[in-house]
């Protein structure tokens, strides 16, 4: 069984759509997060929630609205798509906040045209 | 200056041998340290943690120098298998996530 995972795998999409990206986690971990990957490699952090309660939001545009309707799910709902958001967004999940290892779902490729 | 600095690749070797990957963190403070590994098109996974007293498992050796802010991987004799991107990871003090440096490829060769 896959211990994080995330839909869709892949994701095209034209500009000004909204579109989510769900995540699910079956491990029991308390904290749950978002990171996006750009063209460059970069993994950079989103958000992070423990236990349902947001804990980091970064500096991310707010059309990314992220949500937890229970510990073992982030969804994330993108408003207005640029072609600036085309990226690898990957849910994770860890047992608590930061520092023990985190467990990554596959990523979802968004490609925005 | 970036929180997690890693040596800028990619890293090509051929097999069989002894590669090694340095790492910097900008936080005095930090608590936790980490090599995760990312296979092309994939997910990035937990490698291995680092300990003060540095650790082995198998052909990987991490030792973190906390007197400098410094974390090293060192791959012996290295597979073919062994070609992935290869991220320095750092729980920053205060902060409730871990930080991830951009990584650094490496391309084993036969």
């Known amino acids: 069984d896959t211990a994080v995972s995330q839909t869709p795998k892949y994701l095209v999409t034209q500009m000004g759509n909204d579109k989510s990206i769900k995540c699910e986690q079956n491990?029991?971990?308390?904290?749950m997060y978002w990171y996006k990957q750009d063209s460059k490699k970069f993994l950079k952090i989103m958000f992070s929630?423990?236990?349902?309660?947001?804990?980091i939001n970064e500096t991310v545009p707010n059309r990314f609205s992220p949500k937890s309707p229970d510990k073992a799910h982030l969804n994330l709902h993108i408003n207005s798509l640029e072609l600036g958001d085309s990226a690898v967004y990957f849910c994770?999940?860890?047992?608590?906040?930061?520092?023990?290892?985190?467990?990554f779902g596959q990523g979802t490729r968004l490609t925005v045209v | 200056r970036k929180e997690v600095e890693q040596d800028p690749g990619p890293f090509n070797v051929p097999e069989g041998a002894t590669v090694a990957f340095n790492c910097t963190y900008s936080?005095?403070?930090?608590?936790?340290f980490f090599w995760y590994r990312q296979d092309c098109r994939k997910e990035p996974k937990l490698l291995m943690s680092v300990y003060s007293s540095g650790n082995e498992d198998g052909r990987f050796t991490a030792q973190l120098n906390r007197a400098s802010q410094y974390i090293s991987l060192l791959i012996r004799d290295s597979k073919l298998s062994d070609s992935a991107t290869y991220l320095c990871v750092v729980n920053m003090a205060g902060y409730s996530t871990l930080t991830f440096g951009k990584g650094t490829m490496l391309l084993v060769s036969p």
């Open positions: 994770a999940s860890s047992q608590d906040i930061g520092n023990t290892e985190a467990f």
């Open positions: 936080n005095s403070a930090s608590q936790s």
């Open positions: 491990l029991g971990h308390d904290t």
């Open positions: 929630y423990n236990n349902k309660e947001l804990i």
